[in-house]
């Protein structure tokens, strides 16, 4: 019985290992339509984060939308995923964001 009930742990455990390096990351640009603003962000879930923002739970979009996705990028890894967006925002120029945003992949 115990060696039965371990193999259903490990199965388990591999099943959801398998889940975890499926899912998909994204690093996304907002612009708010109120103000103009860029917002630079990362998710595992593009369109619930899109819905957050909007909905004011997000310290800093809140009051500042209505917030659309102008841009995205999707990635296997997380970790990659962070790197791209702090990569982004360390650019801290608007000119260079606007051309990332003109020669990419619009959601």
């Known amino acids: 019985m115990a060696s039965s009930s371990s193999g259903l742990g490990q199965s388990r455990f591999h099943r959801d290992r398998s889940r ?3 899912e998909m990351y994204w ?3 907002l612009s708010s339509l109120k103000t103009g603003m860029f917002y630079i962000g990362s998710t595992s879930n593009l369109k619930e984060r899109l819905y957050r ?3 004011g739970r997000s310290r800093f979009t809140k009051d500042k939308g209505p917030w659309k996705i102008v841009y995205s990028e999707q990635f296997g890894d997380k ?3 962070l790197k791209r967006e702090f990569e982004i925002k360390g650019w801290k120029s608007r000119k260079a964001i606007e051309k990332l945003i003109s020669h990419g992949l619009v959601v």
């Open 20 to 22: 975890v390096r499926s």
């Open 27 to 29: 690093v996304y640009i």
């Open 53 to 55: 923002h909007n909905g």
């Open 79 to 81: 970790a990659i995923a």
